[in-house]
């Protein structure tokens, strides 16, 4: 079945630490790659996305992203966070199934920033 | 500001009762998609439409219906509520399939 995964339901980081969010997918072929982000109250923005080509891509914000098909990974990074980026992140994979290309998304990961 | 508006923000209502969401997608968007967020089941797909026509269906209950209308706007119907309805009710839209989907800001539910 195809499912996406990550791993971390909570991460707290300082301010100014780099940061990694692990998201794993479990999909027949290369999906649609993409990294939303939502904040208290709010929709989900696309932070960025990967359909084909570099395999690490950059996105808004400073966040990049690297696709590494042999781990199903599609891991999310930023050199050095601002409290700014305390939010909710989630993970979707875009795939043709019998759902068109909906996405499916991960259960999130919220990020906590401190001083 | 995603382009993506939807309206009511808020929608307090009660079991049993039949609410409208509607949704409005980016200019020259032809793709709408639906989705629920709710704390125990996450972020799912419920239905897509593409130029007027159902294209994909999610994990949409028969009591949910939906439908797009000639100017692209769609609207997400729900009837005879129950408690577990309660959610934030997502609309997306994509210019075409596959495509980014930009997502609205989304109407909250609540089921009393």
């Known amino acids: 079945a195809q499912s996406v995964t990550q791993p971390d339901i909570h991460i707290t980081v300082s301010e100014g630490a780099s940061l990694e969010l692990r998201c794993n997918y479990s999909y027949g072929a290369t999906p649609y790659l993409f990294w939303y982000v939502q904040s208290p109250g709010q929709g989900l923005q696309l932070l960025l996305k990967y359909f084909s080509g570099d395999t690490l891509v950059q996105g808004i914000k400073g966040f990049e992203a690297e696709f590494k098909r042999s781990q199903s990974s599609f891991n999310l990074r930023k050199p050095s966070v601002h409290w700014s980026d305390a939010a909710e992140y989630f993970c979707a994979v875009g795939a043709n199934s019998n759902s068109g290309y909906a996405l499916n998304f991960g259960k999130g990961t919220s990020l906590l920033v401190t001083p | ?112």
Not at chain 2, 34 to 56: K, M, P, V
Not at chain 2, 59 to 71: C, H
């Open chain 2, 1 to 112: 500001d995603s382009g993506v508006t939807q309206t009511p923000k808020h929608l307090i209502t009660a079991t049993g009762q039949r609410v409208t969401l509607r949704c409005s997608p980016r200019s020259g968007d032809l793709s709408v998609y639906w989705y629920q967020q709710s704390l125990d089941q996450g972020l799912q797909f419920l239905i897509q439409y593409y130029n007027g026509e159902e294209r994909a269906k999610g994990n949409i209950l028969e009591r949910f219906s939906a439908q797009q209308f000639p100017d692209l706007h769609s609207e997400l119907n729900l009837s005879s509520l129950e408690l577990g309805d309660s959610a934030l009710y997502f609309c997306a839209s994509s210019v075409q399939n596959p495509d980014t989907q930009y997502f609205g800001p989304g109407t909250r539910l609540t089921v009393l």
